[in-house]
């Protein structure tokens, strides 16, 4: 019988809050820290599977751009509920691959 491998996910989140009414600040398990702005989360989430068509609009009714109402981490996830009623999931390794950081986003000389 063939040995089970048991997959686990190397990303964790030690804390994440709000920056301002523009971005959420990341402060990875590893000492890594991570800012992606509101509009950059809203980009990085795809349509929901069961929605094809939907896109991930930018802004809310009007001038209002939408803001996380409820983060929820868990399983690997990170859950935000939007203030515009848009529910997003991203793997914390997306998250991660996404960061633009100097670190991980180096500059060309």
């Known amino acids: 019988m063939a040995d089970l491998i048991q ?3 190397p990303y964790k989140i030690r ?5 301002g009414n523009y971005a959420l600040e990341i402060y990875w398990d590893d000492a890594h820290h991570s800012i992606f702005t509101f509009d950059q989360l809203r980009i990085l989430q795809p349509p929901p599977v069961d929605q094809p ?3 991930s609009p930018l802004a809310g009714a009007g001038n209002v751009k939408p803001h996380p109402g409820k983060v929820k981490i868990a399983d690997g996830r990170m859950l935000i509920s939007w203030s515009d009623g848009y529910d997003a999931i991203y793997t914390l390794e997306a998250l991660r691959a996404d960061c ?3 670190e991980c986003r180096p500059h060309p000389h």
Do not use: P
Request: proline fraction near 0%; charge should be positive; hydrophobic fraction near 20%.
């Open 100 to 102: 633009q950081c100097a």
């Open 53 to 55: 068509g939907r896109t």
């Open 7 to 9: 997959i686990t996910n």
């Open 15 to 19: 804390s994440c809050q709000g920056m």
